[in-house]
DNA sequence: TCGATTGCTTACTAATCAGTAAGTAAATAT
DNA sequence: ATATTTACTTACTGATTAGTAAGCAATCGA
């Protein structure tokens, strides 16, 4: 065996899948996606799926680690390449725009709407990713001015960040029309982001 | 027949039926909830629920259209018995509560997430629902002093009220968790209550 | 070169899904 | 009193669900 890198390698298939089960849940829920449907898109067997991800919980729980390991690089290189609040905002807000435009959303959106039906492994990553989230915008308002000025009823960074964590999932959700839905949701969060960078 | 009254008038299973759907899919998602899990729990047969609804969308439908007639009722007792703005967006914010406390979620929002897999009809009605909230909202905003100048980036009322829902929406989802979740949504929504009526 | 492992396929299973057909007991209408 | 309608039940159907067992060709390690 060659250099064995660190953890996360995954073979080419097992990626694949990943990738597929990720798009499909972003834009149908966790419970309209089903080993069928990734061994269509696929052109695999829902055998070949099993063997690589045995139970749907082990698929859940790969494929939203994945998405927080993805999310976890593209915060940092946000960090890195800007220096302003306002900056850091837009561009955490535009993470998403992509999948917005295909008809996605946040992928842990969605899976906090099907909450009562992921197994323990799946929710428990889930409410990891709102951890990073809320910890990571927590970090930037506290870098900047302080927010709880220009916020009226914020008591800490902490609390506007989840504030706007939650305007920005809920954006998503509530501009899900197709017409002009990035807009909208682009729109939404800089009524905030204006208010907060002030 | 005796005196026909307005439409809306359901025999008491039908309601029973549109009771246990509504309970569930708040709490489970769309696409988690089958005649049987409502035959199961009302002790019925999944022939009997199809007596009253013969499609799921036909359920769906009429599911969403008596919550959009509820909480119409709901916004107009409001506005009726309050005067402020802050008031009102206090109260509108306690309308979710009690289901939140138990695990569920605004059915829209649950159903806005399960959007791709939605019958056409459930479709509308949800849209429907996030427009009359929006235009509700705007007419609330409209009546109070000048919300654009306290959210430095709205430029209308009717901006300013979508960020107020989607901040509702996505605030319900992210305090998911069992711990103190409906303490978490209400500060987030105080945070954003105290900058628009300050 | 040979045995083991990897990465699949074919062929299942039992459970569950939405939906239907036919029958029935009770209430209602004439 | 009789016919009809209402509100169901029993008994299905065919499709789809997650998951399994057994087999097999190619690759890999010794």
């Known amino acids: 065996m060659e250099g064995s890198a660190a953890e996360g390698e995954r073979s080419h298939t097992a990626t694949r899948i990943l990738d597929a089960a990720q798009d499909l849940v972003q834009r149908?829920?966790?419970?309209a996606?089903?080993?069928?449907?990734?061994?269509?898109?696929?052109?695999?067997?829902?055998?070949a799926i099993h063997y690589h991800f045995p139970s749907k919980a082990d698929l859940g729980?790969?494929?939203?680690a994945r998405y927080r390991r993805t999310n976890a690089d593209e915060r940092a290189a946000i960090r890195s390449r800007t220096n302003t609040v306002?900056?850091?905002?837009?561009?955490?807000?535009?993470?998403?725009?992509?999948?917005?435009?295909?008809?996605?959303?946040?992928?842990c959106g969605v899976l906090a709407a099907d909450n009562a039906t992921l197994p323990k492994a799946v929710r428990r990553e889930v409410q990891g990713f709102f951890d990073d989230?809320?910890?990571?915008?927590?970090?930037?308002?506290?870098?900047?001015?302080?927010v709880t000025a220009q916020l009226?009823?914020?008591?800490?960074?902490?609390?506007?960040?989840?504030l706007f964590?939650?305007?920005?999932?809920g954006a998503m959700l509530t501009?899900?029309?197709?017409?002009?839905?990035?807009?909208?949701?682009?729109?939404?969060?800089?009524c905030l982001i204006d208010t907060i960078a002030a």
Chains 1, 2 share one sequence.
Request: glycine letters at 6%; aromatic letters at 6%.
């Open 152 to 162: 009226e009823g914020c008591e800490s960074p902490r609390q506007a960040a989840e």
């Open 165 to 169: 964590l939650a305007a920005i999932e």
């Open 133 to 146: 989230q809320t910890d990571w915008l927590t970090s930037i308002l506290a870098e900047g001015t302080d």
């Open 175 to 190: 501009h899900r029309t197709p017409r002009n839905q990035l807009n909208a949701y682009r729109a939404s969060l800089r």
């Open 86 to 107: 306002r900056e850091r905002l837009t561009q955490y807000v535009d993470l998403y725009a992509d999948v917005l435009a295909e008809g996605g959303l946040c992928l």
């Open 28 to 31: 149908r829920g966790y419970n």
């Open 33 to 47: 996606v089903s080993y069928g449907d990734l061994a269509a898109e696929l052109d695999l067997t829902t055998a």
């Open 61 to 64: 729980e790969a494929m939203v």
